[in-house]
């Protein structure tokens, strides 16, 4: 198994920052892909920011705005947020994919979600 452990979120005022944590552990596991999602109320679970082996995606929406960094020694990734706008208000989900030792078979992984909230 794998575990996902996210930090950061809270409130803040529109126009302002916040950093998102997320670090992923897991024993005969290697790490592969790393990135957010994230579902607001009454809408579906969206990708937010994505880092591959080679490849960074970002949702057009936060282009500009949010930049992913990744620490592939610590299998750690952070989501830079900024200028952040009531319309990103959302429950904030780091996911990783997880490759067995030995195996092609990869697996999605989870964290259980911190919310963002962006109010005056």
């Known amino acids: 198994q794998v575990q996902v452990v996210e930090s950061g979120g809270g409130l803040v005022q529109p126009g302002g920052s916040l950093r998102l944590s997320c670090a992923a552990s897991?024993?005969?596991?290697?790490?592969?892909?790393m990135g957010w999602y994230r579902q607001a109320v009454r809408k579906e679970r969206e990708l937010v920011a994505i880092t591959t082996s080679n490849t960074e995606n970002y949702a057009d929406a936060v282009k500009g705005r949010f930049t992913l960094s990744r620490d592939n020694a610590k299998n750690t990734v952070s989501l830079e947020m900024t200028s952040l706008k009531p319309e990103d208000t959302a429950v904030y989900y780091c996911?990783?994919?997880?490759?067995?030792?030995?195996?092609?078979?990869?697996?999605?992984?989870w964290g259980q979600g911190t919310q963002v909230t962006v109010s005056s």
């Open positions: 897991g024993s005969g596991f290697t790490i592969r892909d």
């Open positions: 996911y990783t994919v997880a490759e067995k030792d030995g195996t092609f078979y990869r697996f999605q992984y």
